[in-house]
Nanobody, 117 residues
Framework: VQLQAFGGGLVQAGDSLRLSCAAS????????MAWFRQPPGKERETVAHISWSAIIRYADSVKGRFTISRDNARNTVYLQMNSLKPEDTAVYYC????????????WGQGTQVTVSS
């Protein structure tokens, strides 16, 4: 199983980014997918997750700014991030879980998002 996340970068506060995570080696449509992040010096936290049936949950800190979506035909999950803030700076990881999104079975390699003020 491979999860390849990309789309990170250096942006200014208020800008937008879209992260993508391409999955292979698993039956993508059967998996719950999630985005996590780990800010510098802090623990990893859940950002958003989407179930195989498209039920979505967001962390309070990103509600109204981030949108998670999935394209089962492309085996890809997305995270559209708008109105970015410096506190969104982190390494972002995508993950896949067969039973639950918050305790994944597989992790991607991470992509750095840096938001300057």
């Amino acid at each position: 199983v491979q999860l390849q996340a990309f789309g990170g970068g250096l942006v200014q506060a208020g800008d937008s980014l879209r992260l993508s995570c391409a999955a292979s080696g698993l039956t993508f449509s059967s998996y719950h997918m999630a985005w996590f992040r780990q800010p510098p010096g802090k623990e990893r936290e859940t950002v958003a997750h989407i179930s195989w049936s498209a039920i979505i949950r967001y962390a309070d800190s990103v509600k109204g700014r981030f949108t998670i979506s999935r394209d089962n035909a492309r085996n890809t999950v997305y995270l559209q991030m708008n109105s970015l803030k410096p506190e969104d700076t982190a390494v972002y990881y995508c993950a896949a879980g067969l039973r639950t999104a918050t305790i994944p079975d597989y992790w991607g390699q991470g992509t750095q998002v840096t938001v300057s003020s």
